[in-house]
């Protein structure tokens, strides 16, 4: 069984078809299906760096440094 695959955009209600010479003569099943439609996804990509800068509180940069450490020591003290 010879197969034919073809994708075309539907215009005015029709297609056009054009089979090859060892179809001519032949009983052919023609079946339809749409194709589903692909989201286009936005190419370009958006850093999240940064994004909070605007909550910042420069006054405490200091204590970042050993921020994780000491909620580590707060929630679980010094086992």
């Not at 010879?2 to 054009?18: C, N, P, S, Y």
């Not at 032949?26 to 439609?37: A, G, R, Y």
Request: hydrophobic share 35%; with cysteine.
């Amino acid at each position: 069984m010879e197969a034919i695959r073809e994708i075309q955009t539907v215009k005015d209600g029709q297609i056009q078809l054009h089979l090859p010479k060892q179809f001519w003569k032949q009983q052919v099943e023609i079946i339809i299906l749409t194709v589903p439609q692909k989201k286009i996804i936005n190419s370009k990509k958006i850093s999240l760096r940064g994004c909070l800068h605007h909550y910042a509180n420069p006054s405490v940069n200091f204590r970042e440094e050993d921020a994780w450490h000491n909620v580590v020591k707060e929630k679980y003290g010094n086992h």
